[in-house]
Protein backbone atom coordinates (compact mmCIF):
# COMPACT_ATOMS: atom_id res chain seq x y z
CA UNK A 1 0.00 0.00 0.00
CA UNK A 2 1.18 3.45 -0.45
CA UNK A 3 0.31 6.11 1.96
CA UNK A 4 -2.89 6.63 0.11
CA UNK A 5 -3.86 3.43 0.70
CA UNK A 6 -4.24 1.93 -2.62
CA UNK A 7 -2.09 -0.62 -4.14
CA UNK A 8 1.12 0.57 -5.27
CA UNK A 9 1.43 1.57 -8.98
CA UNK A 10 3.28 2.76 -11.62
CA UNK A 11 2.54 4.30 -15.17
CA UNK A 12 4.19 1.82 -17.78
CA UNK A 13 4.30 3.34 -21.59
CA UNK A 14 5.70 -0.14 -22.77
CA UNK A 15 7.72 -3.14 -22.09
CA UNK A 16 9.97 -4.06 -24.41
CA UNK A 17 11.40 -7.62 -24.84
CA UNK A 18 14.48 -8.70 -26.75
CA UNK A 19 16.58 -5.12 -25.97
CA UNK A 20 20.52 -5.71 -26.65
CA UNK A 21 21.22 -1.85 -26.04
CA UNK A 22 20.13 -0.99 -23.07
CA UNK A 23 22.77 -3.40 -20.94
CA UNK A 24 24.57 -6.21 -21.20
CA UNK A 25 22.93 -9.40 -22.69
CA UNK A 26 19.76 -9.79 -24.02
CA UNK A 27 16.96 -7.90 -21.94
CA UNK A 28 13.72 -6.59 -21.34
CA UNK A 29 13.59 -2.39 -21.15
CA UNK A 30 10.46 -1.09 -19.69
CA UNK A 31 9.71 2.44 -20.27
CA UNK A 32 7.74 4.29 -17.17
CA UNK A 33 5.49 6.95 -18.29
CA UNK A 34 6.11 10.23 -16.83
CA UNK A 35 9.60 12.95 -17.56
CA UNK A 36 10.75 16.16 -15.50
CA UNK A 37 12.73 17.00 -18.72
CA UNK A 38 11.61 18.53 -21.70
CA UNK A 39 14.61 18.00 -23.90
CA UNK A 40 13.69 19.49 -27.28
CA UNK A 41 14.92 16.61 -29.44
CA UNK A 42 12.62 13.92 -27.44
CA UNK A 43 12.67 11.17 -29.20
CA UNK A 44 9.88 9.38 -26.56
CA UNK A 45 7.46 12.27 -26.63
CA UNK A 46 4.86 9.86 -25.48
CA UNK A 47 6.24 9.42 -22.59
CA UNK A 48 6.38 13.01 -20.86
CA UNK A 49 2.87 13.25 -19.24
CA UNK A 50 2.62 10.40 -16.73
CA UNK A 51 -1.08 10.10 -17.32
CA UNK A 52 -2.04 7.63 -20.24
CA UNK A 53 -2.89 9.27 -23.25
CA UNK A 54 -4.72 7.83 -26.90
CA UNK A 55 -2.96 7.83 -30.05
CA UNK A 56 -4.51 8.44 -33.37
CA UNK A 57 -2.78 6.93 -36.43
CA UNK A 58 -4.31 8.26 -38.97
CA UNK A 59 -2.91 6.34 -41.90
CA UNK A 60 -5.07 3.60 -39.93
CA UNK A 61 -8.15 4.94 -39.85
CA UNK A 62 -11.39 3.23 -41.69
CA UNK A 63 -13.50 6.56 -41.06
CA UNK A 64 -15.99 4.14 -39.73
CA UNK A 65 -16.43 6.20 -36.12
CA UNK A 66 -16.99 2.96 -34.40
CA UNK A 67 -15.19 4.37 -31.72
CA UNK A 68 -17.53 7.97 -31.78
CA UNK A 69 -20.39 4.63 -30.87
CA UNK A 70 -18.87 4.30 -27.76
CA UNK A 71 -17.29 7.20 -26.44
CA UNK A 72 -19.23 8.14 -23.43
CA UNK A 73 -17.34 11.81 -23.06
CA UNK A 74 -17.88 12.66 -27.18
CA UNK A 75 -14.08 13.18 -26.98
CA UNK A 76 -14.32 11.40 -31.16
CA UNK A 77 -13.78 14.22 -33.68
CA UNK A 78 -14.14 14.14 -37.22
CA UNK A 79 -11.08 16.18 -38.10
CA UNK A 80 -7.44 15.12 -38.42
CA UNK A 81 -6.92 15.06 -34.88
CA UNK A 82 -10.03 12.24 -33.76
CA UNK A 83 -9.76 12.39 -30.34
CA UNK A 84 -11.12 15.53 -28.13
CA UNK A 85 -8.25 15.41 -25.47
CA UNK A 86 -9.98 17.76 -23.56
CA UNK A 87 -13.18 15.63 -22.96
CA UNK A 88 -11.44 12.39 -23.39
CA UNK A 89 -10.67 10.43 -20.01
CA UNK A 90 -8.99 8.02 -21.58
CA UNK A 91 -10.57 5.11 -20.59
CA UNK A 92 -9.34 2.95 -23.47
CA UNK A 93 -13.00 1.81 -24.62
CA UNK A 94 -12.69 3.23 -28.30
CA UNK A 95 -9.36 1.58 -28.69
CA UNK A 96 -11.08 -1.63 -27.82
CA UNK A 97 -13.49 -0.89 -30.50
CA UNK A 98 -11.64 0.34 -33.40
CA UNK A 99 -11.20 -2.32 -35.93
CA UNK A 100 -8.42 -1.29 -37.59
CA UNK A 101 -5.99 -0.53 -34.32
CA UNK A 102 -5.58 3.35 -35.61
CA UNK A 103 -6.70 3.97 -31.78
CA UNK A 104 -3.54 2.73 -29.03
CA UNK A 105 -4.31 3.51 -25.32
CA UNK A 106 -0.53 4.51 -24.61
CA UNK A 107 0.55 3.90 -20.88
CA UNK A 108 -1.29 1.78 -18.18
CA UNK A 109 -1.07 1.55 -14.57
CA UNK A 110 0.81 -2.01 -13.17
CA UNK A 111 2.03 -2.97 -9.77
CA UNK A 112 5.67 -4.17 -9.05
CA UNK A 113 4.01 -7.71 -8.93
CA UNK A 114 2.05 -7.52 -12.63
CA UNK A 115 5.35 -5.91 -13.93
CA UNK A 116 7.71 -8.84 -12.82
CA UNK A 117 5.41 -11.50 -13.98
CA UNK A 118 5.56 -9.69 -17.85
CA UNK A 119 9.42 -9.72 -17.35
CA UNK A 120 9.79 -12.84 -15.74
CA UNK A 121 8.60 -14.92 -19.19
CA UNK A 122 11.71 -14.20 -20.79
CA UNK A 123 13.92 -15.40 -17.69
CA UNK A 124 15.54 -17.90 -19.71
CA UNK A 125 17.00 -15.67 -21.84
CA UNK A 126 18.52 -13.46 -19.26
CA UNK A 127 20.09 -16.37 -17.86
CA UNK A 128 21.86 -17.83 -20.72
CA UNK A 129 23.37 -14.09 -22.03
CA UNK A 130 23.67 -12.61 -18.48
CA UNK A 131 20.96 -10.15 -19.64
CA UNK A 132 18.20 -9.05 -17.43
CA UNK A 133 15.72 -5.98 -17.28
CA UNK A 134 16.13 -2.15 -17.60
CA UNK A 135 14.65 0.76 -16.30
CA UNK A 136 13.93 3.28 -18.57
CA UNK A 137 11.60 6.35 -19.92
CA UNK A 138 10.17 8.59 -18.74
CA UNK A 139 12.18 8.73 -15.93
CA UNK A 140 11.80 6.06 -13.50
CA UNK A 141 13.16 8.43 -10.80
CA UNK A 142 9.93 9.56 -10.05
CA UNK A 143 8.59 6.74 -8.42
CA UNK A 144 11.34 5.53 -6.35
CA UNK A 145 9.07 3.49 -4.35
CA UNK A 146 7.85 1.30 -6.31
CA UNK A 147 11.45 0.88 -8.44
CA UNK A 148 12.56 -0.31 -4.89
CA UNK A 149 9.37 -2.43 -4.85
CA UNK A 150 9.95 -3.92 -8.39
CA UNK A 151 13.95 -4.29 -8.28
CA UNK A 152 13.75 -6.20 -4.68
CA UNK A 153 11.15 -8.81 -6.26
CA UNK A 154 13.67 -9.12 -9.60
CA UNK A 155 16.84 -9.65 -7.90
CA UNK A 156 14.81 -12.30 -5.55
CA UNK A 157 14.57 -13.82 -8.83
CA UNK A 158 18.28 -13.56 -10.13
CA UNK A 159 17.48 -11.00 -12.48
CA UNK A 160 20.34 -8.17 -13.54
CA UNK A 161 18.46 -4.96 -12.90
CA UNK A 162 20.19 -1.85 -14.86
CA UNK A 163 18.52 1.85 -14.29
CA UNK A 164 18.45 4.48 -17.36
CA UNK A 165 18.06 8.16 -15.93
CA UNK A 166 18.63 11.59 -17.12
CA UNK A 167 18.93 12.74 -13.08
CA UNK A 168 16.84 14.80 -12.05
CA UNK A 169 15.49 13.50 -8.66
CA UNK A 170 15.91 14.25 -4.89
CA UNK A 171 18.89 11.98 -3.94
CA UNK A 172 18.16 11.09 -0.86
CA UNK A 173 14.92 10.33 -1.55
CA UNK A 174 15.65 7.75 -4.52
CA UNK A 175 18.99 6.45 -2.39
CA UNK A 176 17.47 2.82 -1.48
CA UNK A 177 16.30 2.45 -5.16
CA UNK A 178 20.11 3.33 -6.60
CA UNK A 179 21.76 1.19 -4.00
CA UNK A 180 19.79 -1.61 -5.52
CA UNK A 181 20.65 -1.21 -9.19
CA UNK A 182 23.52 -3.40 -10.53
CA UNK A 183 23.78 -1.01 -13.28
CA UNK A 184 23.12 2.78 -13.96
CA UNK A 185 23.38 4.67 -17.02
CA UNK A 186 22.91 8.35 -16.66
CA UNK A 187 22.65 10.82 -19.03
CA UNK A 188 24.45 14.31 -19.46
CA UNK A 189 23.53 16.06 -22.07
CA UNK A 190 24.20 19.89 -22.28
CA UNK A 191 26.55 22.04 -20.17
CA UNK A 192 26.14 25.51 -21.03
CA UNK A 193 23.64 26.43 -18.36
CA UNK A 194 21.35 29.15 -21.01
CA UNK A 195 21.32 25.91 -23.58
CA UNK A 196 20.36 23.84 -21.33
CA UNK A 197 17.49 25.70 -19.90
CA UNK A 198 16.31 26.46 -23.30
CA UNK A 199 16.80 23.15 -24.65
CA UNK A 200 15.83 20.60 -21.81
CA UNK A 201 14.30 22.70 -19.32
CA UNK A 202 14.94 22.93 -14.72
CA UNK A 203 17.28 21.02 -12.55
CA UNK A 204 20.48 21.41 -13.99
CA UNK A 205 22.16 21.60 -10.65
CA UNK A 206 20.39 18.89 -9.33
CA UNK A 207 21.68 16.45 -11.95
CA UNK A 208 25.40 17.36 -12.05
CA UNK A 209 24.98 16.84 -8.87
CA UNK A 210 23.41 13.54 -8.73
CA UNK A 211 26.03 12.28 -11.28
CA UNK A 212 28.97 13.54 -8.79
CA UNK A 213 27.63 11.89 -6.13
CA UNK A 214 27.08 8.53 -7.36
CA UNK A 215 30.80 8.43 -8.99
CA UNK A 216 32.54 9.74 -6.20
CA UNK A 217 30.10 7.37 -3.84
CA UNK A 218 31.32 4.54 -5.78
CA UNK A 219 27.71 3.50 -7.50
CA UNK A 220 27.77 1.51 -10.65
CA UNK A 221 26.83 4.29 -13.15
CA UNK A 222 28.29 5.21 -16.04
CA UNK A 223 28.06 8.09 -18.49
CA UNK A 224 26.36 8.09 -21.48
CA UNK A 225 25.65 11.39 -23.99
CA UNK A 226 23.19 11.99 -26.41
CA UNK A 227 24.33 13.50 -30.09
CA UNK A 228 22.18 15.92 -31.48
CA UNK A 229 23.47 17.62 -34.36
CA UNK A 230 23.28 21.33 -33.36
CA UNK A 231 22.60 20.98 -29.69
CA UNK A 232 24.95 18.41 -27.66
CA UNK A 233 27.85 17.80 -30.59
CA UNK A 234 29.74 21.14 -30.30
CA UNK A 235 33.44 20.88 -29.51
CA UNK A 236 32.72 23.45 -26.57
CA UNK A 237 30.28 20.93 -24.78
CA UNK A 238 32.55 17.53 -25.38
CA UNK A 239 35.27 19.59 -23.83
CA UNK A 240 32.97 20.36 -21.01
CA UNK A 241 32.16 16.47 -21.04
CA UNK A 242 35.65 15.30 -20.85
CA UNK A 243 36.58 17.88 -18.06
CA UNK A 244 33.34 16.83 -15.86
CA UNK A 245 34.34 13.05 -16.18
CA UNK A 246 37.97 13.52 -15.03
CA UNK A 247 36.86 15.40 -11.99
CA UNK A 248 36.12 11.90 -10.61
CA UNK A 249 38.31 9.76 -12.75
CA UNK A 250 35.93 8.49 -14.93
CA UNK A 251 36.87 8.14 -18.56
CA UNK A 252 34.11 5.50 -20.26
CA UNK A 253 30.84 7.26 -22.20
CA UNK A 254 28.41 5.95 -24.65
CA UNK A 255 27.30 7.76 -27.36
CA UNK A 256 23.46 7.81 -28.39
CA UNK A 257 22.80 7.82 -31.91
CA UNK A 258 19.90 10.17 -32.72
CA UNK A 259 16.76 9.24 -34.18
CA UNK A 260 13.81 10.76 -35.59
CA UNK A 261 10.95 8.43 -35.10
CA UNK A 262 10.04 10.73 -32.20
CA UNK A 263 8.74 13.58 -34.64
CA UNK A 264 6.11 10.80 -36.26
CA UNK A 265 4.27 10.63 -32.57
CA UNK A 266 4.38 14.43 -31.63
CA UNK A 267 1.23 14.17 -34.26
CA UNK A 268 -0.14 10.76 -32.88
CA UNK A 269 -0.53 12.02 -29.52
CA UNK A 270 -1.53 15.64 -30.60
CA UNK A 271 1.93 16.86 -29.21
CA UNK A 272 3.22 20.47 -28.67
CA UNK A 273 7.03 19.39 -29.41
CA UNK A 274 8.17 21.46 -32.38
CA UNK A 275 9.79 19.57 -35.12
CA UNK A 276 13.38 20.00 -35.52
CA UNK A 277 14.48 18.28 -38.87
CA UNK A 278 17.56 16.67 -37.73
CA UNK A 279 18.84 13.92 -40.16
CA UNK A 280 18.57 10.82 -38.70
CA UNK A 281 21.66 9.00 -37.74
CA UNK A 282 23.90 12.07 -38.23
CA UNK A 283 26.77 10.21 -38.59
CA UNK A 284 29.12 12.97 -39.17
CA UNK A 285 28.11 14.61 -35.75
CA UNK A 286 28.83 10.98 -34.39
CA UNK A 287 31.97 10.57 -35.52
CA UNK A 288 33.10 14.46 -34.76
CA UNK A 289 32.08 13.65 -31.05
CA UNK A 290 33.89 10.49 -30.86
CA UNK A 291 36.91 11.48 -32.37
CA UNK A 292 37.01 14.40 -29.97
CA UNK A 293 36.58 12.17 -26.96
CA UNK A 294 39.17 9.27 -28.44
CA UNK A 295 42.07 11.87 -28.81
CA UNK A 296 41.41 12.85 -25.14
CA UNK A 297 42.31 9.54 -24.35
CA UNK A 298 38.14 8.36 -23.45
CA UNK A 299 37.08 5.24 -23.93
CA UNK A 300 33.85 5.49 -26.36
CA UNK A 301 31.04 2.52 -26.58
CA UNK A 302 27.96 3.18 -29.23
CA UNK A 303 30.02 4.31 -32.27
CA UNK A 304 31.88 2.75 -35.16
CA UNK A 305 36.10 3.37 -34.91
CA UNK A 306 37.60 6.03 -37.14
Known amino acids: MNAAGAELSAPILDIQRFSLHDGPGIRTTIFFKGCNLRCAWCQNPESQDARPVIGFYAQRCLHCFVCETVCAEHAIRHEDE ?6 CMRCGTCTEACPATALKL ?3 FLSPEALLGRVLVDKPYYDSSGGGVTLSGGEPMLYPDFVVRFLKLAQAEGLHCCLETAGRFDF ?18 IFDPESFTTNIGGGRRTIFSNARMLALEGFPVEFRMPVIAGYTDSAANVNALIGFLRDFGCERVHLLRYHNMGEAKIDVIQGDQPKLGIQANAEASLTAVARQLR ?3 CEVFGATND
Do not use: H, N, T, V
Open 82 to 87: RIGQRQ
Open 106 to 108: MGE
Open 172 to 189: ARCSPALERCDLIYFDIK
Open 295 to 297: QAG
